[in-house]
């Protein structure tokens, strides 16, 4: 049988093309039944306050960047969504007195306008908004150097490189409408991949890139951070791929319930456990890497149950 075309979006691959019954088991899914979905190399995590979601959250940056050593630099890969962690990981660090001098930090994505990335002076540049609330925080004497701080830019050659020079105990991130880690979003639905979508192997494949971004995302974009004002939202944004996502020890999602709808969070939880990998929901792809973490808000969590509004 041939795969439906999108439901929101007829040249684009996206997770309407999955089977129906697979939706439909994703959005049965309870709280409960989320954390047995746990299995070795995937671990499901609730939280009962916001409080204790977002601490957890910023203590994933303090212990990666504890084990930082001249012999060994250890940095972590950080999101723009959630940034509620970004104000605790700066006082945390302030508080312990942690010395960042062999950490490092990688943005995981920025926006491009006309070829080029943003700059800070954008209103909507993520290194400007991991700066001002978490970076600009710390004491100065306690801070990174400017070196060990990598943000991608359309020429991606110097952030690639900076993956080489130290380790990445975790990457962090939120999850998108589209089902996406970073601007990883699912691929148009151009030959030669009209009647399915790419492989998995060629889009575990990809480094890091400018993307074209999904019509969802420009549309959760511009919800979550410019007031619905999608006109301000640039249409392509450089982004950490999954081949440097296979170089993080850990991968660590985090779902406050602000950014993916109810079903989201399920399903893409539900493709993970079964080890069902398919590029329309690029989340799908981290079935395959060795440790991937999802932490849940409960209360986020929602229902996926008709509600009239």
Known sequence: MPRPMSRVAPEW???TTLPAEL???AAALEAGDLERLSRPGFRVVLYDTLEDFYLA???EYVAAWRQATADDPVGICGPIGPTE???LVARLVNELGLDLRHAHFWGMDEWVEDGVAVPVSHPLSFERADRE???DRIRPELRMPEANLHFPKADVAEYVASWDRARCAVMQGGQGDIKHWA???PPRRTAPHTDAPPPPEAYRALGTRVVELHPITLAQNARTSGGGNITMVPKQAVTVGPRETWRAEKVSIWHAGTHDNP???RLTALLIARRHVDTST???????????????FRGGLGTCAVEMH
């Not at 690029?282 to 849940?296: E, G, I, K």
């Open 133 to 135: 609330l978490c970076f």
């Open 13 to 15: 691959w996206d997770y």
């Open 183 to 185: 601007f990883n979003d």
């Open 57 to 59: 959250e910023a203590l």
């Open 263 to 265: 079903l989201g969070q």
């Open 282 to 296: 690029p989340m799908s792809l981290l079935a395959d890497h060795p440790n991937v973490q999802f932490n849940y």
């Open 85 to 87: 962690q970004l104000p």
């Open 23 to 25: 939706i439909r088991e």
